[in-house]
């Protein structure tokens, strides 16, 4: 992994899934990880994995959803270590309700919250060193849902749209100060949350894959990125179908999303992860 001469990544939702996996991807000797997600004892076993791999860095419990307490630490990290990439990829799912009933309005917030404004507190947490230093990297983890919205998930698809509208913008913004911006979507990605998705997931690969794929994206500093291809190609030409006609083409992805356990009420969590 020669090629990408980042020093100090800031990786959000690391404490599992396919954060877990970049982590893996991205690490060698010279490397510093803020890993960054809600459970500490997760990103503990993440940063013991990349310190195995010859990095270094630091398991930092912060939900994104709080700016003052994400802000603080960032900036205070990079007066430490200068960040040079950002990768902003925890996130939420969540679907209709029963029997096709709306989302819950719970449901609803919390992935605005977390898929758009946790986001947008990661980016807007290190930007304004990057913009002066003239030097940087920001990569923003969308979704093919976010490229064609999925009809049982209309706030994930939503809110994953929201971020490749964002993703243009600030690649508009930053490119004269230096600094690149990545779009990725990812298909389908073996995780706890794709585990949820109980429907079809075609060309699913492992979160493993998935990382290597991204890592060789984000050392070009592709400006958008979906993959896998086929899957990517078939929304993009499907987007140039009148709405009603490219409808057709989604009832093979049909899906329900079973509630996520580590945003249940404690008295009802008695999933185990
Ligand atoms: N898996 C797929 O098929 C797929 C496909 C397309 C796009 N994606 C996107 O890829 C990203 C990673 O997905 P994944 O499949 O790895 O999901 P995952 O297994 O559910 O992991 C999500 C990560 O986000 C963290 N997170 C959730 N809420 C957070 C909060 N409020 N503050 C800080 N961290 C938070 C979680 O950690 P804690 O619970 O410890 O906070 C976890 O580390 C997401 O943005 C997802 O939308 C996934």
Known sequence: ????KCKVIVLTGASGGIG??????????GTYFALLARDKERLETVLNEVRSLGADGEAIAIDIRDRVQLHAYLSELDTRRPIDLVIANAGVTAGLGPQKSRESDEDCDRQIDVNYRGVVNTITG???????????????????????????????????????????????????????VSIICPGFVTSPMSARHKGSKPLEMSAEKAAKMMRRAIERRRAFYAFPFILALGIRLQNLLPPKLGDLFLGGFEAEIEDDPRYLAPEKNTKKL
Request: a positive charge; glycine letters at 8%; charged letters at 15%.
């Open 1 to 4: 992994m020669a090629a990408l």
């Open 20 to 29: 877990q996996a970049l982590a893996s991807e991205f690490a060698q000797p």
């Open 126 to 180: 290190a930007v304004d060193a990057m913009q002066s230093r003239r030097r940087g990297q920001i990569v923003l983890i969308s979704s093919l849902a976010g490229m064609r919205a999925l009809p049982d998930m209309p706030s994930y698809s939503a809110t994953k749209a929201a971020i490749i509208a964002y993703g243009h913008s600030l690649r508009g913004w930053l490119k004269p100060f230096g600094v690149s």
